[in-house]
């Protein structure tokens, strides 16, 4: 690093390394952001007073992050508690063509379509993916296949939460109103760059037509091997007894 | 002009309610650490009930506790009093469809409240502030499902703090991952990661071949945006660095297609990285999956296809 003649300095990345180092290392995720956030601090030679400050401003100035994840919070409990998850699993098992994977599909399906409308509040992993979507999915994979061990019901569910997220991403870009389109054109127009929003927001429809595919035929080939992953979990619990 | 709904109150309430959770947490004797974990808790109540009159230093303080309180195990689970399967099943026959209508009212009012409440006055009154009607939609969304799920199921306001008490147990410290993270990324851009990032990228990679050059640029994208834990930081960074130079300058590429597939490409390592901890982490926590990783596992096939797809896409529709 040393043979680099710049005036650029190379010793922030510390912080990306604690980062790393401790992922990898699988510390906990809380603490390994902390710890790299006053190693920063430390590499950009601030005083520890100021590192302190700038902690806490930040983390003031995005507390309005965790809002959309706790506000529904009260109701998803209050319902669940009266039988939410046992009617949506009612309501699925009475559709007999419904299928774990198909059942996916369509979600990811409504998602992006309507991010790609410019409705993003439309799904999210606390009031939809917990309450309605997981328990869907597992009831969906019972219904054809009879009880399905834990290991493949988490599988699942993970797999419901991936699903929101794809639908999520590659949807709301494509809206030409959508936050990160105006970031982008505002980046290009400082540099003297033209665009056009409407034309941005056109040439990200061919990689949200592959996401949705690839991700469909992923969830698709997963519903056909489910047989397959039911026996091996049963064989791998019946091998730790 | 005066506004009536601001992003504030919305703030008081949460700080509010995670307060009454810090009490109960204390009161539970059936939680092994309840002290500590009912401080979590109520230090984090604090940060909302009193962010803008702290000084900085002392909400700095209150981070670093909140920290090692949740690194250290000390925020943990107390029994919490579920009602029996049959009388789930039970309610859940006697209410039916009705059980979805609180969700479908926070879904609805968010898109409605998102769409008109933009510019709504009443004589020199705003009703909401411009710049946060999503997060206010979806605070009046919370608030009415919330009404009509206490009115439909008889319970007592107190039961669903109860519950919200249940549910951000079994996530645990996990909840304040987001926030850390995104403090972090501010404290990046502060001490100068980026620059010394897009230094890196442009010094050490050859682009003079386009495809190379496209390539470079859509790895650059993922790779940054999964340290970052964002593709916005990433975006300026690497646009700066090879978009702008090499495949605007040295290749005549169409920027916009750049942009659009390049932001995308960026996504592609959102969904690969454990740094975007409320796409990944959180729900990870949130179904109570065991594995805290086990999102990213289900996501990165699809994300690393998708990137490959990037690649041939940019390549062949920047440079028609």
């Known amino acids: 690093m040393q043979a680099t003649v710049s005036s650029v300095s190379l010793w922030p990345l510390i912080g990306v390394a604690v980062v790393i180092v401790g992922f990898v290392l699988r510390f906990n995720p809380v603490l390994v952001v902390a710890a790299a956030g006053i190693a920063t601090g430390l590499a ?114 993970a797999m419901a939460s991936a699903t929101d997220n794809v639908g999520l991403f590659f949807g709301e870009d494509i809206f030409v109103a959508f936050g990160s389109i105006v970031l982008m054109q505002t980046f290009l127009a400082e540099n003297g760059i033209v665009t056009d929003p409407l034309r941005i927001a056109l040439w990200g429809i061919p990689t949200a037509v592959a996401a949705f595919c690839i991700h469909s035929a992923r969830l698709i080939r997963l519903d056909h091997r489910l047989p397959q992953d039911i026996a091996r979990a049963r064989a791998a619990e019946e091998a730790a007894k | 002009m005066t506004t009536l709904l601001k992003l504030d109150q919305l703030f008081l309430l949460t700080g509010a309610a995670l307060l009454i959770v810090a009490w109960l947490t204390w009161r539970d004797r059936s939680n092994p650490r309840r002290w500590s974990s009912g401080l979590f808790w109520a230090l984090w109540a604090a940060i909302y009930l009193a962010g803008d009159v702290l000084p900085p230093i002392v909400s700095g303080l209150i981070v670093v506790m909140l920290a090692a309180l949740g690194g250290l195990g000390g925020v943990s689970l107390g029994k919490h009093a579920t009602r029996e399967p049959a009388e789930r099943q039970a309610s859940a026959a006697r209410l039916g469809n009705k059980l979805f209508l609180p969700i479908l009212t926070i879904t609805v009012l968010a898109l409605v409240g998102s769409l008109t409440l933009k510019d709504l006055h009443l004589g020199s009154l705003l009703l909401a502030e411009t710049k946060n009607v999503t997060l206010i939609s979806v605070g009046l969304g919370a608030l009415a499902g919330l009404a009509g799920a206490l009115w439909m199921t008889r319970e007592r306001p107190m039961q669903s703090v109860r519950e919200a008490r249940r549910l951000l147990e079994t996530m645990g410290s996990a909840v304040i991952l987001p926030q850390m993270l995104a403090t972090l990324g501010l404290l990046f851009t502060d001490a100068g990661v980026g620059k010394a990032v897009a230094h890196l990228a442009t010094d050490y990679i ?101 990137l490959t797809v990037n690649v041939i896409l940019l390549k062949l529709l920047m440079f028609r």
């Open chain 1, 44 to 157: 950009a030679k601030l005083p520890l007073d100021l590192i302190l400050a700038k902690l806490g401003t930040g983390f003031v100035k995005t507390r309005n992050l965790p809002l959309t994840l706790l506000l529904p919070l009260p109701i998803i409990g209050l319902l669940e508690r009266h039988g939410l998850r046992e009617r949506a699993q009612g309501w699925i098992a009475g559709i007999r063509s419904a299928t774990a994977g198909r059942l996916l599909v369509v979600y990811l399906f409504i998602r992006e379509t309507a991010a790609a409308m410019g409705l993003t509040s439309l799904g999210g992993h606390a009031p939809m993916v917990r309450p309605l979507v997981a328990p869907m999915t597992e009831a969906a994979a019972e219904k054809t296949h009879g009880p399905v061990p834990q290991a493949v019901r988490d599988k699942w569910k």
């Open chain 2, 206 to 306: 050859a682009v003079d071949n386009p495809l190379f050059a496209v390539a470079a640029y859509a790895l650059g994208m993922a790779l940054f945006t999964m340290v970052m834990g964002n593709a916005f930081a990433a975006f300026p960074v690497m646009t700066a660095g090879i978009g702008i130079p090499i495949l605007l300058g040295m290749h005549h590429g169409d920027a916009a297609v750049m942009a659009a597939i390049g932001m995308f490409c960026g996504y592609c390592g959102t969904l690969m990285t454990p740094m975007a901890a409320n796409f990944n982490i959180i729900p990870a926590a949130l179904l109570e999956l065991k594995d805290k990783n086990a999102v990213i596992r289900a996501q990165w096939p699809t994300a690393l296809m998708l």
